[in-house]
């Protein structure tokens, strides 16, 4: 069993810590509000630091699960952070979704390091059931591995740093489109009096089916979006993979044009609302 600091008891990471102390870590949690560290703790055992750095002293890993690169910079490489504070021979594990440049900046700062972006939302951290794209050594990968069992379902090694990033981009780019394509279909469906829980049952087992249809056709079609994964985090994502398209040379027309789709959800206020409020900005 190992001595964890975990870094961010959001959304996603206090599960994922939830799930390290279930399976016997011992956890020393940090977050930026700290009330939500002590409530974590309260509910879960362990231990409160007062900065990344605290959090880190003598650890055999740290984990990350912030909001940005700044975020992920600030608890890293800034004042306080955990980089200067771990052992040498610590692996340093990253689920924020970020940029690959950082990525490949923390890996050349240490020696384990492993930059490991999540998809499966807020149910698949809940139930323990992520799928991780990782990017690092082979070392890295050995030293993280056994800690992210306790809440995947699949853990893939892509390449080296910046890897799993990347793999994370390919994610987002590929859900982009299939939202919208889902968006102008349940709206077809509508314009056309066709009965919507029908219309799923014929075509959700055949070539159009997707994660998206499954788990949000119905709740698109009642207008349900206060879950899930947030439209402000969907834009962020998307940010990166069109950075990283100017340098790569990828045609990324639809990621592009969703993206925008998505400045018009946001001003419709919908920032917090699941990536499926895409629908909201087409009329019925
Ligand atoms: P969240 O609920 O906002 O959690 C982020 C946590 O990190 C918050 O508790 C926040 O503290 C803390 N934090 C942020 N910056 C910090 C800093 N500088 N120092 C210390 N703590 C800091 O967000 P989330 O939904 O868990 O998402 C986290 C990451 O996972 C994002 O990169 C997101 O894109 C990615 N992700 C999310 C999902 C999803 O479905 N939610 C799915 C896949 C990937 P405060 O309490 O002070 O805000």
């Not at 956890?27 to 879960?44: D, F, G, I, M, S």
């Not at 690092?136 to 030293?143: E, P, Q, R, S």
């Not at 889902?182 to 509508?190: D, G, I, K, M, V």
Request: proline fraction near 2%; charged fraction near 20%.
């Amino acid at each position: 069993m190992a001595d964890i600091a975990f870094i961010g008891t959001g959304i996603m990471g206090g599960p994922m810590a939830r799930h390290l102390a279930a399976a016997g870590h011992s956890l020393t949690v940090y977050n930026r509000t700290r009330a939500k560290a002590e409530a974590w703790v309260a509910a879960h055992g362990g231990a409160v630091a007062d900065s990344p750095a605290a959090a880190a002293t003598g650890k055999d890993a740290v984990i990350a699960c912030v909001g940005n690169d700044d975020d992920l910079a600030q608890v890293t490489l800034g004042t306080d952070g955990a980089f200067a504070a771990m052992r040498d021979d610590a692996v340093f594990i990253d689920h924020t979704t970020v940029s690959a440049d950082i990525a490949r900046r923390l890996a050349l700062a240490r020696t384990l390091v492993v930059d490991a972006p999540v998809s499966g939302g807020q149910a698949g951290a809940e139930n323990g059931k992520l799928s991780i794209m990782c990017g690092g050594t082979a070392a890295a990968m050995a030293a993280a591995e056994p800690l992210m069992a306790a809440y995947a379902l699949r853990i893939v090694h892509v390449g080296g740093p910046g890897a799993g990033q990347q793999t994370k981009m390919v994610n987002q780019i590929a859900i982009a489109g299939v939202l919208q394509g889902l968006s102008e279909a349940l709206r077809f469906a509508q314009a056309s009096d066709l009965d919507l829980d029908k219309v799923f049952e014929a075509i959700s087992g055949g070539a159009a089916q997707s994660w998206q249809m499954v788990n949000r056709w119905q709740t698109m079609s009642e207008d349900k979006f206060d879950f899930g994964f947030a439209v402000d985090w969907m834009r962020k994502d998307l940010g990166l993979a069109l950075d990283e398209a100017r340098k790569n040379g990828a045609s990324l027309p639809v990621a592009a044009m969703v993206d925008q789709y998505y400045a018009d959800v946001q001003k419709m206020g919908g920032n917090r609302q699941d990536t499926s409020s895409l629908v909201r900005r087409m009329p019925k």
